[in-house]
């Protein structure tokens, strides 16, 4: 019943069409609750239930969806805390260290992403939550023990101010 | 939150499969019926404990951008910078963090090409450079957080 994240997998990039964009767009907000979600929203988008099933299958395989799941609303949850960490990693295996950074509980967004010398030397992000500051430093530091050797480097930046916040939408 | 609704929360940050009864095995896994299943979650959704429940779409493998973006800004003048960075609709995000490198904000567009034109933009308005820092590869998306 767990589901591995596509997003590290082989992903093929075939275009989603007006169909699936119709699909993404009745899902947008959430999967019906129902015992046969899909028998719903296939009657809501006068499709087959079966070229539903199919569509979206086709869709977490190329990536477009990475998993059908619960998110949670961390900062109700007693999650109160986070930092941006930034680690220095040697370009040739910040590919298999990602990978495990990423596969950490308390990590929710890993990247690579370019440096800009000498200002950024930092390749490799990790967003770190905790219920407490204390705990985001333990997760940190635990990155920092995964990282072993292969860390020439690493800050963490935490958030002082959000100073913009809109939601990211896909419009019809 | 008892104990149901700290399994379910937990088990469905995981993942459901596509399949006609999606639903059936987490009531097997967490011994209650469907019907229950499906009522905690919707009281979970409720009191916005959990933000959504679905299918968690990439925009990028949509056909639309998204980049990360960081600057050096002075104190005197961050406040004027943040109101011409933000005033952009393609800025979707912007925080203040705390080192040199202290405004740090998202840029989502439709096409690729209007990253560039954004980023231009708010360079030649806030007269600092703009540190572009786009996903080479992404490794996760979401918390497992227990709870």
């Given at each position: 019943m767990q589901q591995q994240d596509i997003s590290m997998e082989q992903q093929d990039n075939r275009p989603i069409d007006e169909v699936d964009r119709r699909i993404i767009l009745a899902t947008q907000a959430g999967l019906p609750l129902a015992e046969q979600p899909y028998d719903v929203l296939a009657r809501q988008l006068d499709l087959a239930v079966e070229e539903l099933m199919e569509r979206l299958r086709a869709m977490q395989q190329s990536g477009v969806i990475r998993r059908i799941a619960a998110v949670p609303n961390h900062y109700a949850l007693g999650y109160r805390a986070n930092g941006m960490s930034v680690w220095n990693v040697p370009d040739e295996i910040v590919g298999e260290l990602g990978a495990r950074v990423g596969a950490l509980e308390f990590v929710s967004h890993c990247y690579q992403r370019p440096r800009h010398l000498p200002l950024w030397p930092y390749n490799l992000f990790a967003m770190v939550h905790g219920k407490t500051q204390d705990a985001v430093e333990q997760g940190v530091e635990q990155i920092a023990l995964l990282l072993g050797?292969?860390?020439?480097?690493?800050?963490?930046?935490?958030?002082?101010?959000?100073?913009?916040?809109?939601g990211l939408r896909i419009t019809g | 939150m008892d104990e149901l609704d700290r399994?379910?929360?937990?088990?469905?940050?995981?993942?459901?499969?596509?399949?006609?009864?999606?639903?059936?095995?987490?009531?097997?896994?967490t011994g209650v019926t469907v019907t229950e299943v499906l009522t905690r979650i919707q009281k979970l959704l409720d009191e916005k404990l959990l933000s959504r429940f679905g299918p968690m779409y990439n925009a990028e493998q949509l056909g639309g951008a998204v980049t990360l973006c960081a600057m050096q800004v002075a104190g005197e003048q961050f406040d004027a910078v943040a109101e011409m960075v933000n005033a952009h609709p393609e800025v979707a995000h912007n925080y203040e963090r705390e080192h040199p490198l202290n405004m740090w904000f998202v840029v989502a567009a439709e096409h690729p090409e209007q990253l560039a034109r954004v980023i231009r933009g708010i360079e030649q308005e806030t007269a600092c450079r703009v540190y572009d820092m786009p996903k080479q590869q992404e490794f996760y998306i979401g918390l497992k957080l227990a709870v």
């Open positions: 050797e292969y860390c020439r480097g690493h800050e963490v930046l935490y958030s002082k101010r959000i100073l913009k916040k809109t | 399994k379910l929360v937990n088990s469905l940050q995981d993942g459901l499969p596509v399949c006609d009864r999606p639903f059936d095995a987490l009531a097997d896994q």
